[in-house]
């Protein structure tokens, strides 16, 4: 059988979101199957083909006789134009067609599998840019009713794509994303050497994120502007790490407009190298995000044995369980009363307890067992077209 896979959200630099995602899957997908092509007769592997727009990047899954990249054009309306031309014209067809994104290729009658991150454009419009509002109502409407099955990334997640677009249970799927952060010992770095690199102070209060107003970081900036106040916390520090997204005027304003303009450090992106050690030295870590599909720098701060402080809402609480300190993501006093309890349980019997806790639960977190399940479902819907 051959599996024809949409590879353009998982060839970028500097991957977050749904390009982290679909990169990941793919990385997993590539040892699963070669495990099970190593296993059986020539006529009976799985053949891959990953459509692109552009040359794979050098770290992508490496080409095999069962794993190919077929470079197409135009980039531009790739869904419309490019991918589904090519998926016309390759022979052997394709039995199964998976899309790691919200969109699925058109004009073809081949089934067809697709992923959904989160639905939060039908329940925060106003935090979209109207062109990617449009796209994202639309294309995706169009995308669910076409798709054989569907994968959600949460259990909050499959029950909110359900809701939304009153597809029966039966056609959505959860895979739970896994981690992503290089591995490393459990030693910790010299606090020192954190801070020479990345200019920051001793005790730092960390969030992850992309700038965009989803993740509700103007209210963390002025929760955080409260401590200043109580508790002796004056010398902690906020350190912000994501690429700008869109919408993020507002947000890169609000330490000045909070009056801490010398008190939060606005990263970028950092690689994935870099950021394990920024997880485990930070006091807590906090997501007070209006809403997550899966929400992953949870998942990396708890398994970096950080405490977090999340929102209680979306799929925090899956995420977190009982780790977690929660928070009102729209109440400014209850984001600041959650970093204040982060901050005086540190070192205390019940800071252990979460950090512990939230190791154990980050283990349950796999790409492996996403990159499993997915290769199920494909399978299982690609039988009856080989």
């Given at each position: 059988?051959?599996?024809?896979?949409?590879?353009?959200?998982?060839?970028?630099?500097?991957?977050?979101?749904?390009?982290?995602?679909?990169?990941?899957?793919?990385?997993?997908?590539?040892?699963?199957?070669?495990?099970?092509?190593?296993?059986?007769?020539?006529?009976?592997?799985?053949?891959?083909?990953?459509?692109?727009?552009?040359?794979?990047?050098?770290?992508?899954?490496?080409?095999?006789?069962?794993?190919?990249?077929?470079?197409?054009?135009?980039?531009?309306?790739?869904?419309?134009?490019?991918?589904?031309?090519?998926?016309?014209?390759?022979?052997?067809?394709?039995?199964?067609?998976?899309?790691?994104?919200?969109?699925?290729?058109?004009?073809?009658?081949?089934?067809?599998?697709?992923?959904?991150?989160?639905?939060?454009?039908?329940?925060?419009?106003?935090?979209?840019?109207?062109?990617?509002?449009?796209?994202?109502?639309?294309?995706?409407?169009?995308?669910?009713?076409?798709?054989?099955?569907?994968?959600?990334?949460?259990?909050?997640?499959?029950?909110?794509?359900?809701?939304?677009?009153?597809?029966?249970?039966?056609?959505?799927?959860?895979?739970?994303?896994?981690?992503?952060?290089?591995?490393?010992?459990?030693?910790?770095?010299?606090?020192?050497?954190?801070?020479?690199?990345?200019?920051?102070?001793?005790?730092?209060?960390?969030?992850?994120?992309?700038?965009?107003?989803?993740?509700?970081?103007?209210?963390?900036?002025?929760?955080?502007?409260?401590?200043k106040n109580d508790g002796g916390w004056e010398d902690v520090q906020l350190v912000i790490v994501g690429k700008k997204g869109w919408l993020y005027d507002d947000i890169l304003a609000a330490p000045q407009h909070f009056s801490v303009a010398d008190r939060v450090r606005f990263l970028?992106?950092?690689?994935?190298?870099?950021?394990?050690?920024?997880?485990?030295?930070?006091?807590?870590?906090?997501?007070?995000?209006?809403?997550?599909?899966?929400?992953?720098?949870?998942?990396?701060?708890?398994?970096?044995?950080?405490?977090?402080?999340?929102?209680?809402?979306?799929?925090?609480?899956?995420?977190?369980?009982?780790?977690?300190?929660?928070?009102?993501?729209?109440?400014?006093?209850?984001?600041?009363?959650?970093?204040?309890?982060?901050?005086?349980?540190?070192?205390?019997?019940?800071?252990?307890?979460?950090?512990?806790?939230?190791?154990?639960?980050?283990?349950?977190?796999?790409?492996?067992?996403?990159?499993?399940?997915?290769?199920?479902?494909?399978?299982?819907?690609?039988?009856?077209?080989?």
């Amino acid at each position: 059988m051959v599996i024809a896979i949409d590879g353009y959200e998982a060839n970028v630099e500097n991957r977050v979101g749904i390009g982290r995602y679909a990169y990941e899957i793919l990385r997993h997908l590539h040892d699963k199957i070669e495990t099970r092509n190593s296993k059986l007769e020539t006529q009976a592997q799985i053949s891959v083909r990953v459509y692109l727009p552009s040359n794979p990047l050098s770290d992508m899954p490496p080409e095999t006789p069962w794993w190919q990249y077929r470079v197409v054009k135009p980039a531009r309306l790739w869904t419309f134009i490019g991918f589904p031309l090519a998926l016309s014209r390759d022979y052997p067809k394709a039995g199964v067609v998976f899309s790691p994104t919200h969109y699925i290729p058109r004009f073809i009658d081949l089934p067809r599998v697709m992923s959904i991150m989160d639905v939060s454009y039908l329940e925060y419009p106003e935090l979209f840019k109207p062109k990617d509002l449009y796209q994202l109502r639309h294309w995706t409407a169009y995308s669910v009713q076409h798709a054989a099955k569907i994968f959600g990334i949460s259990q909050f997640s499959k029950d909110a794509i359900i809701k939304a677009y009153h597809v029966p249970d039966s056609r959505v799927v959860v895979t739970y994303p896994g981690l992503t952060m290089t591995e490393i010992s459990n030693s910790k770095y010299q606090i020192a050497n954190i801070q020479n690199k990345f200019k920051i102070k001793k005790h730092y209060i960390l969030s992850v994120g992309t700038l965009q107003p989803r993740k509700n970081f103007a209210r963390l900036i002025e929760a955080f502007s409260l401590l200043k106040n109580d508790g002796g916390w004056e010398d902690v520090q906020l350190v912000i790490v994501g690429k700008k997204g869109w919408l993020y005027d507002d947000i890169l304003a609000a330490p000045q407009h909070f009056s801490v303009a010398d008190r939060v450090r606005f990263l970028d992106f950092v690689p994935d190298d870099d950021l394990p050690e920024l997880y485990r030295n930070a006091r807590c870590f906090a997501l007070p995000s209006l809403y997550e599909g899966f929400g992953l720098p949870v998942l990396e701060a708890m398994a970096a044995g950080t405490q977090v402080v999340v929102s209680n809402t979306s799929s925090l609480p899956e995420v977190a369980g009982k780790a977690g300190i929660y928070v009102d993501p729209l109440d400014v006093d209850s984001i600041a009363s959650g970093l204040k309890t982060a901050l005086d349980e540190h070192g205390t019997k019940q800071w252990k307890d979460r950090i512990l806790l939230g190791q154990k639960l980050a283990k349950q977190f796999t790409w492996e067992n996403a990159a499993k399940k997915t290769l199920e479902i494909l399978t299982e819907v690609g039988k009856g077209h080989i």
